[in-house]
């Protein structure tokens, strides 16, 4: 069988996890991508790759890259909602010299709750020991007066290794006002007010109608805490139900809580197996979510929208969680059918499979609808789809881990002869633009973040993450402002999370 390209032997050419040849990424896009899709420590399919993700934002650090690094981080924390591997970051930053003028940056950045300054702080004390760099000491320190007693109420867990009376006593944080002076006595002396939670509460007085119905009506719990919370809520039966209702489609809330949309696609697989649940139920879960892209700019034109069910998209994306990466790829496909004008949806493994989605039948009806079979890779099939039947879409958008096994073999003209060949993904969208549409915009979505890519060239938007905010980047690329790479790098001109003073 002929080689329709056998030229293996560049430089940005190596293998991937199942042995197939990919693009190696460059060392910021890489970064970005395993930044991007890590619960840091969870283990994934082909193994962790947290020691990989430190080495690599260590080297850049030390090449003079720790503003891009400090930007990832942040952009991690505040548009992605992902906390441990941001926390981790800022502490590289820390413990290099060329990064620790941006440390503050980061710090201040990622530090959004009250617990991400003792996360963070543990993890530096644990990861690299004593002593603690005074850049990390000023920045934490100045965090700390960025929250009130609540807030230090909330999180004083006790039974952590690492209290806010510690870090008072490392980082000598001064009040700014006499508001913070007071607070800080009360953390050293252990008398912080308690705060009304709903863990609290709960913990106090047991999981009861009674218990949830005042909760309900208090209005502290939170949107996140309802999605975690409804199936105990429905089994305890609360009067006043309704107002949970009215709470999880509230858009405010919803678009303030930077709750992914994996967690409604979650509670939904969740409740739906509770016999309490209704129909009501699950109504406003789809609403819930559908509000959640309502800020998202639509996507104009004809999309091809394209879903990895294998067998390697299977494995769940955390200890403490259901969700596979294959879910959430079928969840952001179903979300990203809603924001295009006109789309085509399609999934694969070994075999190409068309799907129907009516943007009536809801987004989470629709995700749910999309077998995942497992099996084998074969990124190929979505493109050889739309050239062989010469349909031209504006876009493609691709979720997959890109860890192919299957290459696509093809019968081309070879010297007027019919010959079979291999042809690369890269080289397939090649081949459309030649032949159907030569300005299509192509966006490869990294759900896992291996390190590597099937797909390179002309309009070619390499992404990665699990939130809805892709598809803003997706917008923001076609819009002239460059990939992800060129967002992130530029992410501290236009975000203002660094001075922020509130709690996300």
Known sequence: MAKFNSSKKEANLTLNNEGQVAFKLKDKEKLASMVLTSLFNENKFYGDNSKELATLAKKLIAEGQGRFVANLAVFARNEMNLRSVSHVLCDLLANDEKG??????????????????????????????????????????????????????????????????????????????????????????????????????????????????????????????????????????????????????????????????????????????????????????????????????????????????????????????????????????????????????????TKLYVNTFSKKAGIIANALSIDVNGGGTAVGLPIAYILDNKIKVDRIILLSDYEVNRQMTRVVKIQGKDTFVEMSCSQLLDEYMKKVNPDVQFHGIDLVGYGTQQFKGKNVNILAGWSEKIFDVINLSEQGFGNLVKIIENYDEVSDYANADAES
């Open 100 to 349: 620790k003028e941006f440390v503050k940056y980061a710090v201040l950045g990622v530090c959004r709750r009250a617990d991400d300054i003792t996360e963070i702080l543990s993890y530096y004390i644990n990861t690299f020991g004593k002593p603690i760099p005074n850049s990390l000491k000023k920045a934490l320190a100045q965090a700390m007066n960025n929250f009130d007693e609540y807030q230090f109420g909330k999180y004083n867990n006790s039974s952590k290794e690492l209290s806010f009376k510690d870090v008072l006593r490392l980082t000598h944080a001064k009040a700014k006002d006499e508001e913070h002076n007071e607070i800080f006595k009360k953390i050293v002396a252990d008398s912080l007010a308690t705060p009304y939670t709903w863990e609290t509460e709960l913990s106090a007085k047991g999981n009861t109608k009674q218990v949830w119905e005042e909760l309900i009506d208090s209005g502290k719990v939170g949107t996140m805490a309802l999605l975690r919370n409804l199936n105990n809520i429905l089994n305890a039966g609360p009067s006043n139900i309704a107002k949970v209702y009215k709470a999880l489609t509230d858009k405010n809330a919803i678009l303030k809580s930077k709750i992914m949309p994996f967690r409604f696609y979650s509670a939904y697989k969740k409740v739906a197996k509770n016999p309490n649940c209704t129909s009501k139920v699950l109504e406003v879960l789809e609403d819930a979510i559908e509000i959640s892209t309502q800020n998202i700019e639509k996507l104009q034109g004809k999309t091809l929208i394209a879903i990895d069910v294998s067998g390697s998209m299977t494995a769940r994306i955390s200890s403490r969680s259901e969700m596979t990466p294959a879910e959430i790829a079928t969840l952001l496909a179903s979300m990203a059918n809603y924001i295009c004008e006109e789309s085509i949806v399609v999934s694969f493994d």
